[in-house]
Every structure is written in structure tokens, then in C-alpha cells.
Nanobody, 114 residues
Framework: VQLQASGGGLVQAGGSLRLSCAAS????????ITWYRQAPGSQRELVAA???????SFADSVKGRFTISRDNAKNTVYLQMNSLKPEDTAVYYC?????????WGQGTQVTVSS
């Protein structure tokens, strides 16, 4: 499975961005897609996740501001980020997990200016 993350950029505080994670290859094996982020000097942290059945989970820091969705026809998972804050600045990564596998995409930079 290959993952391609895109959609990052520079936005002012209060703005919005939508990240995409496009999967290709043996996507039928994926059970879970997770967005993580890593800010400079910080550990990578979970942001949001969605299961193959559509169950969603979010970090407390993004609840009410971020949503996660999937388009199965396009094998793509989206992270809609609203009301962005400077503390959301990080490199965002998507991760795909199967029963015995774990895949990472390249990161996409999100920078929120105050």
C-alpha cells in the first residue's frame, strides 16, 4: 500500500485546510486510517482516525474543529481542519493499518500563522 498525503499549506489562525490521504495498492487490507502530526521538538501525536466501518475518533485538542471522512471510491481519507490555531502547526502524516501491516505516507506541512 502506498499513501500520498497532500493539502498542507500556510493559513491564518481561524482558517481552514483539507488534507487528503490517497491510498493505492492493496487497499482492501486496510482496517484503519489515522492522521498523526508532529511539531518541531515534539513527539508525533494522533489527531484523528477512521475505521473501515466508519467509526471515528479524535484527539481532545481537535474535537469540534476537525472532521475525518473517507471516499471509498477514491480510496482517499480527508481531514477537514477548521478554526485552525497556531498550535496546530506541524507536519501531518497519514498512516494505514491492516491486520498485520502498517504503512506511512510522507508528511504534509501545515503552518498556522497568528
Amino acid at each position: 500500500v502506498q499513501l500520498q498525503a497532500s493539502g498542507g499549506g500556510l493559513v491564518q489562525a481561524g482558517g481552514s485546510l483539507r488534507l487528503s490521504c490517497a491510498a493505492s495498492g492493496s487497499t482492501f487490507s486496510i482496517n484503519l486510517i489515522t492522521w498523526y502530526r508532529q511539531a518541531p521538538g515534539s513527539q508525533r501525536e494522533l489527531v484523528a482516525a477512521i475505521t473501515s466501518g466508519g467509526r471515528r475518533s479524535f484527539a481532545d485538542s481537535v474535537k469540534g474543529r476537525f472532521t475525518i471522512s473517507r471516499d471509498n471510491a477514491k480510496n482517499t481519507v480527508y481531514l477537514q481542519m477548521n478554526s485552525l490555531k497556531p498550535e496546530d502547526t506541524a507536519v501531518y502524516y497519514c498512516n494505514a493499518q491492516g491486520s498485520y501491516t502498517n504503512y506511512w505516507g510522507q508528511g504534509t506541512q501545515v503552518t498556522v500563522s497568528s
